[in-house]
C-alpha cells in the first residue's frame, strides 16, 4: 500500500523536531507530516501544528480533494485532537489570505510609486527642453538685434561725413583752396590728427562740431596718415 502524502498523529517520543521552526516536538503533542521519499523509501518532515501554512492546506486540498480531515491518521484522533488540526487549517489559511492581500497592497503601491515616478521623469525632461527653447530663443534674439544693430551703425556712419562734407565744401571752398594762409601747415595737419581721431572714434555730433569751426580741414590727410576723415565711416 502507498504511503500517503500527509498524516497527523501524536508524537510517540521526544525526539523529533520541527522542521519549520526547528523547535522539538514533545511526545504526545500532534504533528503534521509530509511524505518525503528518498530512493524509493519514503519518510515524514514534521511540523508543530502552528507551523502549518496556507501552501501545505492547498496542497492537500489538491492531493486528497479535501480538507484536515483527509490527511491520514486523522480518523484516529479524538475530537480534541480533530478540532485543533482543523483550526490549524483554518489559522493557516486566514494568514494566506491575509499575506495575499497584503503582497497585492505591495504590489499596487510599487506599481503607483513607478508610475508617479515616470510622470514627475516626463515633466522634468518636458521642463528641460522648454528651458533649453527659451534659452535657444533668447540667443537668436539677441544675436539678430547685435547684427540688426551692426548693420544700422554701418549703413549710417557715412551719413555725416558725407554731410559734413557737404555742408564745409558749400561754406568753405574759399577758405579749403588755402589752409596755410589762415592756419599754415603745421596747425592744418594737428587739426586735422584731431578730426581724424574724432570720426575714428564714431564723436559725430563732436566732429561736425569741430568741422564747423575748421571746414577747411575736411579734406586734408597728413602725411602719416593712411586714411582721411571720409575714410573712416
Known amino acids: 500500500m502507498a504511503s500517503p502524502p500527509y498524516v497527523v498523529e501524536p508524537a510517540k517520543s521526544g525526539r523529533s523536531t520541527c522542521k519549520a521552526s526547528?523547535?522539538?516536538?514533545?511526545?504526545?503533542?500532534?504533528?503534521?507530516?509530509?511524505?518525503?521519499?528518498?530512493?524509493?523509501?519514503?519518510?515524514?518532515?514534521?511540523?508543530?501544528?502552528?507551523?502549518?501554512?496556507?501552501?501545505?492546506?492547498?496542497?492537500?486540498?489538491?492531493?486528497?480533494?479535501?480538507?484536515?480531515?483527509?490527511?491520514?491518521?486523522?480518523?484516529?484522533?479524538?475530537?480534541?485532537?480533530?478540532?485543533?488540526?482543523?483550526?490549524?487549517?483554518?489559522?493557516?489559511?486566514?494568514?494566506?489570505?491575509?499575506?495575499?492581500?497584503?503582497?497585492?497592497?505591495?504590489?499596487?503601491?510599487?506599481?503607483?510609486?513607478?508610475?508617479?515616478?515616470?510622470?514627475?521623469?516626463?515633466?522634468?525632461?518636458?521642463?528641460?527642453?522648454?528651458?533649453?527653447?527659451?534659452?535657444?530663443?533668447?540667443?537668436?534674439?539677441?544675436?539678430?538685434?547685435?547684427?540688426?544693430?551692426s548693420t544700422a551703425v554701418s549703413t549710417a556712419a557715412p551719413a555725416p561725413i558725407k554731410e559734413a562734407s557737404a555742408i564745409v565744401t558749400a561754406g568753405t571752398n574759399k577758405r579749403a583752396r588755402s589752409v596755410s594762409a589762415e592756419t599754415g601747415p603745421a596747425s592744418g595737419e594737428k587739426l586735422a590728427h584731431q578730426a581724424i581721431d574724432l570720426a575714428k572714434e564714431a564723436k559725430w555730433k563732436k566732429l561736425f562740431d569741430f568741422l564747423g569751426d575748421h571746414g577747411d580741414i575736411v579734406n586734408v590727410r597728413p602725411s602719416m596718415r593712411v586714411f582721411g576723415i571720409i575714410h573712416q565711416a
Open 22 to 149: 526547528k523547535l522539538p516536538i514533545a511526545k504526545d503533542e500532534l504533528r503534521f507530516g509530509s511524505a518525503i521519499d528518498m530512493g524509493g523509501h519514503v519518510t515524514y518532515a514534521y511540523r508543530k501544528l502552528d507551523y502549518i501554512t496556507a501552501k501545505i492546506v492547498e496542497n492537500v486540498k489538491a492531493k486528497l480533494d479535501g480538507g484536515a480531515e483527509k490527511v491520514a491518521g486523522f480518523d484516529s484522533l479524538n475530537r480534541i485532537q480533530q478540532a485543533k488540526l482543523i483550526s490549524a487549517f483554518q489559522k493557516a489559511e486566514k494568514a494566506g489570505m491575509k499575506a495575499s492581500v497584503a503582497k497585492a497592497k505591495a504590489v499596487a503601491a510599487k506599481a503607483k510609486a513607478k508610475a508617479k515616478a515616470l510622470v514627475a521623469k516626463d515633466k522634468l525632461k518636458a521642463a528641460k527642453a522648454k528651458a533649453k527653447a527659451k534659452s535657444l530663443a533668447a540667443k537668436a534674439k539677441s544675436k539678430a538685434k547685435s547684427k540688426s544693430t
